[in-house]
């Protein structure tokens, strides 16, 4: 059976039916018979329709019976030996998007909690099964055109706020989604194709050290900002310095190995000759600077390492330690997706710039820059 998004469509455009059937040249009788599927529009009749939505007929009309595929999985082989693998393995049930190409899809576990600040990324599709060489059958929502996303992942906030803007720029057919990752895990989502865009931070003055399995990458500028210590506001503890954890009597909300917070944080308590083992919350970790900032401010860590921005959303208190510059890694493989042109022409746009230099603490002067080794 063939089915469509007509109506969908015309109500997300805001189009009454008698509008459409002016612009297509037919009555709203034969509009509604075609939004009902009831009947099959001709030939050049979908591609009428199909230009009004500034869409394919191929998204518009959507043949029931290739609602499900057998894909493989993205990230099921670890790049190294050394490396555990991304995520459990896909079972029954799971939520899934679709990456890859349009010649090859991939499936990957579909984002959820703190990518989208507390909202789950949009769903394309359900594991049904799963057989021995490791691919699983996905099947879609019905009557809906199979979406492939675009996978942006670091752990900077401000991506939510990159995402809102070029969802609302997206070609259809295509989604843009945020996967909450520090930098180590966001370059191993990049390896293994299950993200197509990785954003790392590091120090000013410092440069990212790149596995050559990424072969050739685009680098564009995001933002710039300060990386510090997040206390509850007011400052109650009267914190200063990583010194004073070595008290045993602040408690510590950190990040995983593998995040540029916690390579500073080991690094300035080895300046201090504080031991780890001495701090407590250390060995617990938290996925991403929000969540520190949140910790904080709920009482359940005094302290954190984390970006201004991060204390600016929960109003906590912030103490800077060093500058840092956050860039965007696109590879060559992927840098004529539609999703990555949306992406770069939002990083263009005064309205973007002038949101993401007051969703936080945020330096601008440089966004949608190319970097330059």
């Known amino acids: 059976m063939l089915s469509n998004r007509v109506r969908d469509l015309r109500v997300e455009a805001g189009l009454a039916q008698a509008d459409l059937a002016r612009r297509i040249g037919v009555t709203r009788q034969a509009l509604h018979l075609i939004e009902t599927m ?22 518009l009309f959507v043949d029931d019976e290739e609602a499900s595929a057998w894909v493989e999985v993205a990230g099921a082989r670890s790049p190294t030996a050394q490396d555990s693998p991304l995520w ?86 295509h989604s843009v989604v945020w996967d909450s990752a520090d930098n180590r895990h966001a370059l191993r989502l990049l390896e293994s194709r299950a993200a197509q865009v990785a954003a790392l931070h590091y120090p000013v003055g410092a440069a990212p050290v790149l596995p050559d399995q990424l072969g050739r990458v685009e680098r564009v500028h995001f933002a710039s900002w300060q990386l510090g210590w997040i206390v509850r506001r007011g400052n109650p503890a009267g914190f200063s310095t990583a010194e004073a954890l070595g008290s045993g009597r602040l408690r510590l909300a950190n990040r995983p190995v593998g995040a540029g917070t916690r390579t ?32 904080v401010t709920a009482g359940l860590a005094d302290v954190g390492i984390g970006i201004a921005s991060a204390a600016a959303q ?36 005064d309205r973007f710039r002038w949101d993401l230099g007051r969703y936080g603490p945020y330096d601008v002067s440089r966004t949608g820059s190319s970097m330059v080794d």
């Open 38 to 59: 009831q009947v099959v529009p001709s030939t050049a009749l979908a591609l009428k329709l199909a230009r009004v939505f500034d869409t394919t007929v191929e998204q």
């Open 88 to 173: 459990p393995e896909l079972g029954t049930g799971d939520r899934v998007l679709l990456v890859g190409t349009d010649e090859r899809p991939l499936a990957r576990p579909a984002p959820s909690g703190m990518s989208a600040l507390g909202l789950s990324a949009p769903m394309v599709g359900v594991v049904t099964d799963r057989n021995e060489t490791g691919q699983v059958c996905v099947e879609h929502a019905p009557h809906s055109p199979w979406q492939r996303s675009l996978v942006v992942a670091g752990c900077d906030i401000g991506l939510s706020l990159l995402i809102t803007h070029a969802q609302r720029n997206h070609s259809r057919g």
């Open 264 to 295: 500073l944080l080991d690094r300035l308590l080895g300046e201090c000759q504080v031991n780890p083992d001495d701090v407590p919350g250390y060995d617990s970790t938290l996925s991403g600077h929000l969540e520190v900032a949140m910790a």
């Open 314 to 349: 929960v109003g906590a208190d912030f103490l800077p330690i060093q500058s840092e510059v956050c860039e965007l890694l696109i590879p060559k493989t992927v840098s004529a997706d539609d999703g990555v042109a949306t992406l770069l022409d939002v990083l263009s746009q």
